[in-house]
């Protein structure tokens, strides 16, 4: 019985993925996934955070564990949409004092990746997401009292420096688990200090690469096939009108509103995570 009930949940996402019975998901099921995708092209051109809103949805309506191998496929068409608009205005020094520490924390994520259930998975990404959000407006609040942080390079603070092995790691660990990494690197280039087009080139860049770096090791988890590729392929589609509507809107977004929109997409990420 124990062998038999393992297999349910890869019975499950093989059935979504060729639709041979739409009893296996309901067409609001669908409709979430769509919208979720939608929200990934925008998260990628717009509010970086607002992709944790997606990944939930994907963990909601999919066994958490095997959404992550369906996600990545739609993640990385919104890194190549963002790169395309906003590959000049990447800080590299800040991307080449993340990847070291980041390699670790991939590496640490395809271990857990090997025991954890869905259960850990969701508890341990939405415990994460919180702790760093709690951290990051700490050290917003004490960085506002401090005149030479107003007048420091973006990217180039002192804090940043200290800061880049922890949101390293934890960002690489993340994304390998459940492609979280989005809110911890957001909260980092924010209290970097960027600017909303350094914010949003330094981390398509940053994305991409690693994005493309996690697809070996999702393979050989299991968590990327031919049936999870059937199924991104009916969503990518809905990537594009979304990567067009968030370059429509960011102009228009303001700095201050930017950054309370990316901490607050990723405190409601979060919880939903820890709520699924």
């Given at each position: 019985?124990?062998?038999a009930?393992?297999?349910?949940p ?7 993925t ?22 990934v ?13 997606s ?12 959404s992550?191998g ?19 205005h990447?800080?590299?020094p800040?991307?080449l ?5 980041v390699?670790v ?9 090997l025991?954890a ?11 994460i ?11 917003r ?6 005149a ?10 002192g804090?940043?420096?200290t ?14 688990v459940?492609?979280?990494?989005g ?5 980092y ?19 991409l ?28 589609l809905?990537v594009l009108?979304?990567?067009y ?23 409601v ?8």
């Amino acid at each position: 019985m124990g062998e038999a009930g393992a297999r349910v949940p890869r019975r499950k996402i093989r059935a979504l993925t060729i639709f041979p019975d739409m009893d296996t998901i309901g067409l609001w099921q669908l409709a979430a996934l769509a919208a979720a995708s939608t929200l990934v092209g925008f998260s990628k051109t717009a509010v970086s955070g607002a992709n944790t809103i997606s990944l939930a949805v994907f963990a909601a309506v999919l066994p958490a564990r095997e959404s992550t191998g369906v996600l990545l496929p739609i993640l990385i068409v919104g890194d190549l949409l963002a790169v395309r608009v906003y590959r000049r205005h990447a800080h590299w020094p800040t991307l080449l004092r993340l990847f070291p520490a980041v390699a670790v924390g991939v590496v640490a994520g395809t271990v857990f990746m090997l025991w954890a259930d869905d259960a850990a998975v969701r508890t341990s990404i939405g415990v994460i997401l919180l702790f760093m959000t709690g951290v990051t407006l700490w050290r917003r609040r004490f960085a506002e009292k401090d005149a030479e942080k107003e007048t420091a390079a973006e990217g180039d603070s002192g804090t940043s420096r200290t800061a880049a092995r922890g949101y390293g790691v934890l960002g690489g660990f993340t994304t390998m688990v459940a492609n979280a990494g989005g809110p911890v690197m957001s909260l980092y280039l924010l209290s970097a200090g960027f600017r909303k087009l350094g914010f949003l080139g330094t981390s398509a860049w940053f994305f991409l690469i690693l994005n493309v770096s996690k697809v070996p090791f999702s393979v050989g988890l299991g968590l990327i096939d031919a049936q999870s590729l059937l199924l991104d392929a009916c969503l990518l589609l809905f990537v594009l009108p979304g990567a067009y509507l968030g370059r429509a809107c960011v102009d228009r977004i303001n700095q201050k509103v930017f950054d309370r929109i990316v901490i607050g997409a990723t405190v409601v990420g979060g919880l939903q995570l820890l709520l699924v």
